[in-house]
């Protein structure tokens, strides 16, 4: 399996992007925040610009996620609708799977919420 | 008063006050959340509000961030008491700078805190202020712990913490 990290990312986030069986998974580990969800959103537009046949945003280790990193996937969730590629959203962690649910997002990006320690998804 | 349409702060009960003082760059965020959610774990909140008082912290400080002036600090005032949690926030402005209201940010922020309110203001009136009739833009927000909300509140505070803490620089 090939880890492709085209740009550098922050100490406070890390993003990589495994593309597996034409399928692309981001994984994230860290805090999304003002200053590190641009990093997310590069990662998602590459991912999507390859027409993958499905995004996987694996959020499991990202321990904080703030407005700026939800409006990043609602934007996803656009481009996915748009792009014909399906995209799955993993949250490991109470403070992203709070956030995502009192914006509402939770319902709308179909979020899976990752059991741990039962592998990946 | 920054924070005189608050309830939580008028209520006598302020029995712990925490200042800190950061620059307003992104980095410096994630010691302000974590403070906040330091605070909430040791009062009596439930995990979902420990993790909505960090996020609305975040939210304010990053709304802030973006309209301070020039490199000059952020000031975010925690004051614990009986009730819950009030906070102040507050940055340096140019004069006639309104706090920004209209995105998503501070939709959040409404949705995370039980009252919540944007406003210009002095450094006279800020808590921690320098007392001069300088521009700041100020959030001031109250998260109550369960059970405490307004109308619930009974007795004051009775304890003997009186003492501030700050570790502004």
Request: charged fraction near 20%.
């Amino acid at each position: 399996m090939t880890t492709v990290s085209p740009r550098p990312t922050s100490d406070l986030l890390t993003v990589e992007t495994v593309p597996a069986d034409g399928a692309v998974r981001v994984v994230c580990a860290g805090e999304v925040d003002c200053s590190t969800a641009p990093a997310l959103r590069r990662a998602l537009d590459d991912a999507f610009a390859g027409a993958p046949r499905a995004v996987v945003v694996d959020l499991e280790a990202v321990t904080f996620l703030d407005s700026a990193g939800l409006s990043v996937l609602a934007v996803a969730h656009r481009t996915a609708d748009q792009a014909g590629s399906p995209m799955r959203v993993l949250v490991g962690t109470r403070a992203v799977s709070r956030a995502l649910q009192v914006t509402g997002l939770w319902d709308l990006l179909g979020v899976e919420l990752v059991v741990p320690g039962a592998g990946a998804a | 008063m920054a924070d005189s349409s608050s309830a939580l702060a008028q209520d006598g009960r302020r029995a712990e006050r925490l200042e800190l003082r950061v620059p307003t760059t992104p980095t410096q965020l994630p010691a302000v959340r974590a403070m906040a959610g330091d605070l909430a774990i040791r009062m009596d909140y439930d995990l979902d509000s420990v993790e909505d008082l960090r996020l609305a912290v975040d939210e304010a400080c990053a709304t802030l961030s973006a309209i301070a002036l020039g490199d000059a600090p952020l000031t975010v005032v925690f004051e614990t008491t009986r009730a819950g949690l009030h906070i102040d926030a507050w940055v340096p402005t140019a004069e006639g700078t309104d706090v920004p209201r209209d995105g998503f940010g501070w939709a959040v922020l409404q949705t995370l805190a039980d009252n919540v309110d944007g406003h210009r203001a002095t450094q006279a009136t800020v808590p921690g202020g320098d007392g001069s009739g300088a521009a700041v833009a100020v959030i001031s927000m109250d998260k109550y712990l369960p059970g405490q909300r307004p109308g619930e509140l009974v007795g004051r505070a009775g304890s003997g913490m009186g003492s501030d803490l700050s570790v502004a620089p």
